[in-house]
């Protein structure tokens, strides 16, 4: 099975537009990077219609996180210094532990189930996004999976479901879904971070939005944030 997630933009009503350089940036580097995307898996083919051609081309060589450093800068804080010791994520695995091979491309590949609690005064939304911190380019670790629209009432994920209003990132893989952990066979383990954001603004983004534009809006509306970490090998 494929990995999938991706991160929404800080497109807010009456400002959703993307820059040409961004797609140009995109383009080009699932281009090259369509035979190995550094985490064991295989992008999707290059779709004209999901990413129109640049003006010009540049050759990239690096893989997917390639040339997103000047677009988003760097993820969202991984933690909130003004972030209650009391916000939580649980995940089917303790902070640190092994993932479930159910979560990864070599079972199921379905979302884990999620819990989370005490979430900051002021929060409206909720955002979660997976990243492989033992996957990197540029400083960028390697999305998997990105998802906004949740309620921070609702405090649970249903494995492999996902709420009315909620929607997904296009991730490192080209595709709008979770992605589970797919390393290559023999390397060291890798560490996959699960991060749930709390939001003070509402995500104005679409399904298939691109990972970096979710993970930019997600950091300019962030009040606090929790992290969940796993390790998988293969």
């Known amino acids: 099975m494929t990995d999938r997630?991706?991160?929404?933009?800080?497109?807010?009503?009456?400002?959703?537009?993307?820059?040409?350089?961004?797609?140009a940036a995109v383009v080009l580097t699932l281009i090259a990077a369509g035979c190995d995307t550094g985490d064991g898996k295989q992008l999707r083919p290059y779709d004209p219609?999901?990413?129109?051609?640049?003006?010009?081309?540049?050759?990239?060589?690096?893989?997917?996180?390639?040339?997103?450093?000047?677009?988003?800068?760097?993820?969202?804080?991984?933690?909130?210094?003004?972030?209650?010791e009391s916000f939580t994520l649980t995940a089917p695995w303790p902070d640190g532990g092994a993932i479930d091979a159910r979560y990864t491309c070599d079972d199921l590949d379905v979302a884990p189930p999620l819990s989370w609690g005490g979430v900051p005064d002021g929060t409206v939304e909720i955002a979660i996004a997976m990243v492989d911190d033992s996957a990197v380019s540029n400083g960028q670790p390697f999305v998997h999976w990105v998802v906004a629209g949740l309620d921070p009432n609702e405090i649970a994920l249903v494995e492999?479901?996902?709420?009315?209003?909620?929607?997904?990132?296009?991730?490192?893989?080209?595709d709008v879904d979770?992605?589970?952990?797919?390393?290559p066979p023999g390397d060291d383990p890798h560490l996959y971070r699960l991060t749930?954001?709390?939001?003070?603004?509402?995500?104005?983004?679409?399904?298939?939005?691109?990972?970096t534009e979710f993970l930019e809006a997600i950091a300019q509306a962030t009040i606090g944030s929790t992290d969940l970490n796993g390790t998988y090998q293969r």
């Open 5 to 23: 997630r991706r991160p929404p933009t800080l497109r807010l009503v009456g400002r959703h537009t993307r820059s040409n350089a961004m797609k």
């Open 49 to 84: 219609a999901d990413y129109p051609a640049p003006a010009t081309t540049t050759e990239v060589s690096i893989g997917p996180a390639e040339n997103f450093d000047d677009a988003v800068g760097s993820l969202p804080p991984a933690a909130d210094a003004a972030t209650p």
């Open 160 to 174: 492999g479901d996902l709420p009315d209003g909620a929607v997904q990132a296009l991730n490192y893989f080209g």
């Open 178 to 183: 979770y992605g589970g952990p797919c390393p």
């Open 196 to 211: 749930a954001y709390a939001l003070n603004t509402p995500l104005q983004l679409a399904d298939g939005t691109l990972a």
